[in-house]
């Protein structure tokens, strides 16, 4: 398969010009402008934040690509669907609110926002998935699939169950409705290492099915038949004592985002840009962020997201570890990621999406001054 361009630039400034107008320059020179935007409803697929996050991408990136959209003749909207898990953004009226106070809407960012799956996260479309292996019908916010175009605006950063969150992570997993992301995390569940539980009741706190109880003994367990296997208790943990079943359950976890993603762009111009800055060891689903796992990279963007997501892992790989981090003490040679959570393997998700013709692991890399 012919290597799809990527296009990225650094964080360097001269006086006088900003970041945002490097940006802008990278979206133009990446051919974005070559899709027909003209009166077509095109969403913009980000992800607001957690609250107590501070790791998401600011108003002012996303701004730069709705006034292009708009340029363009286009109807531009931010856009993300709800959480499966307990917190901020599990409903629409709470996941606007968040996104209101993180700077998004029409006086920062020129365009509306929309949650894609409705109050409750029930308000989706299924999308028939011919080629996949573990997805028949993908489940997919309605806002999502009714917009005539894609565009995702990612933050690259790591990610428990993933490895990391790039492009394929925020179009597959986060354009799943509620019951998409728990089609998509179902075929794992954690389990309790009891001797390393403390019972501080962190991870009941964050589980939004009650899956989670104490016996007397204050430790945790798991009752499998509530649990759906979303992750969030893993990140909760802060003394490993939940623990995934096996690294099987994250393989097929990637697998499906990668089969979502097909189902999310299939039939759709579409355009990716991610921001490998702040990388942050988990999602922005966290109500907190942790000191980045490496130095900011810069912006890249392409017409590819398997190609966009394989280039900035490498760019990544390519800079050392953060002191201070939780990987200050890994070798240079190791993988950034895998390092931050031994359990993922994100090439997976590469893999499976390129198998499915998604795009290709193979780049070229075109650098902009």
Aim: hydrophobic share 35%; glycine share 10%; aromatic share 8%.
């Amino acid at each position: 398969m012919t290597p799809s361009k990527v296009y990225y630039t650094d964080l360097h400034v001269d006086p006088g010009t900003s970041l945002l107008q490097k940006l802008e320059r990278l979206i133009r020179a990446a051919g974005m402008g070559e899709i027909d935007f003209r009166q077509k409803f095109t969403a913009l697929k980000l992800h607001f934040g957690e609250e107590g996050n501070l790791a998401y991408l600011r108003p002012d990136y996303v701004k730069v690509v709705a006034d292009l959209v708009k340029e363009w003749g286009g109807v531009p909207f931010l856009t993300d669907c709800n959480t499966l898990y307990v917190g901020s953004r599990k409903n629409a009226v709470d996941h606007l609110n968040v996104a209101m106070l993180h700077g998004f809407g029409p006086m920062t960012t020129g365009c509306q926002v929309i949650i894609a799956d409705g109050l409750k996260g029930t308000d989706e479309g299924i999308v028939p998935v011919p080629c996949g292996e573990y997805v028949k019908e993908a489940k997919i916010g309605r806002a999502i699939v009714d917009a005539d175009i894609i565009v995702s605006v990612n933050h690259f950063k790591g990610h428990e169950s993933a490895g990391f969150g790039g492009a394929l992570k925020n179009l597959g997993m986060g354009c799943g409705s509620r019951a998409g992301k728990m089609e998509q995390h179902a075929s794992g569940k954690p389990h309790v290492e009891q001797p390393l539980c403390t019972g501080c009741r962190t991870c009941a706190r964050q589980c939004a099915h009650d899956a989670i109880s104490f016996g007397e003994d204050r430790k945790a367990s798991i009752d499998h038949s509530r649990c759906v296997g979303c992750g969030r208790c893993l990140g909760a943990c802060n003394f490993d004592a939940i623990q995934p079943p096996d690294s099987h359950s994250n393989q097929r976890l990637n697998q499906k985002i990668a089969e979502y993603s097909w189902a999310v762009l299939a039939g759709k111009p579409s355009f990716h840009i991610s921001l490998v800055i702040d990388v942050s060891p988990y999602c922005d689903c966290h109500g907190e962020n942790d000191i980045p796992l490496v130095p900011d990279v810069g912006f890249f963007a392409s017409f590819d997201p398997v190609a966009l997501d394989q280039a900035c892992a490498d760019a990544c790989n390519r800079m050392p570890p953060m002191p201070g981090s939780m990987i200050q003490d890994s070798s240079p040679k190791e993988d950034r990621f895998t390092s931050a959570f031994p359990d993922t393997d994100w090439q997976v998700a590469l893999a499976h999406a390129e198998k499915l013709g998604l795009g290709t692991r193979a780049y070229e890399l075109v650098t902009l001054k």
